[in-house]
């Protein structure tokens, strides 16, 4: 990947968490999840994106939400953004909110579907809609890309982060 999609060197660290069913991806929906066939191979290919752009990537993966919570609470010093991937708790996962949104960094809502897609949709789940408890308070979403929504996510927190103006800061003018 050219090096100009990042203003930055600084190799910046970022977590990947999948939650509840990500554990069985491939043995779900293969028009939803695609060709990916297993956690190990989705987190391998996180990990190999990370490393052609200069990011850092930890993964984890849990079906319990205290785990999770765990997870992040033991990172939030360690890392400097999250993408997460939500899954069986999309619309029930406060605690998880909570904790993301505490540690103060950014975060990046991921799914391989458009969960906000009909079943009808060719992306969309065939449960869906969803409404996401996390989408108020995630600094982005990327979905409906499948894995691609991963590196979407991932480039573009490496890119923010490489902007000190994102998030906020000031914007300094050319006087």
């Not at 190799?11 to 028009?31: E, S, Y």
């Not at 984890?60 to 999770?68: L, M």
């Not at 458009?114 to 408890?133: E, K, Q």
Request: charged share 20%; net charge negative.
């Amino acid at each position: 990947m050219p090096e100009s999609f990042r203003s930055g060197a600084r190799r910046h660290r970022i977590a990947v968490i999948d939650g509840p069913n990500m554990t069985n991806l491939g043995a779900r929906n293969k028009r939803v999840y695609g060709a990916i066939n297993s956690i190990d191979e989705l987190q391998t290919f996180c990990r190999d994106f990370g490393e052609r752009i200069g990011v850092e990537i930890e993964v984890f993966v849990s079906n319990y939400e205290g785990a999770i919570l765990e997870f992040i609470h033991a990172h939030a010093g360690t890392v400097d953004a999250f993408v997460v991937n939500p899954a069986g708790l999309t619309e029930v996962g406060i605690p998880t909110k909570h904790a993301l949104s505490e540690t103060g960094r950014p975060v990046v809502e991921v799914h391989f579907a458009n969960v906000d897609a009909p079943p009808t949709a060719p992306r969309g789940l065939p449960v869906g809609p969803w409404d996401s408890v996390f989408r108020p308070t995630v600094t982005g979403v990327v979905m409906g890309l499948r894995q691609y929504s991963y590196a979407g996510a991932i480039l573009g927190l490496a890119m923010a982060l490489d902007d000190p103006t994102f998030l906020g800061a000031e914007i300094v003018s050319g006087d």
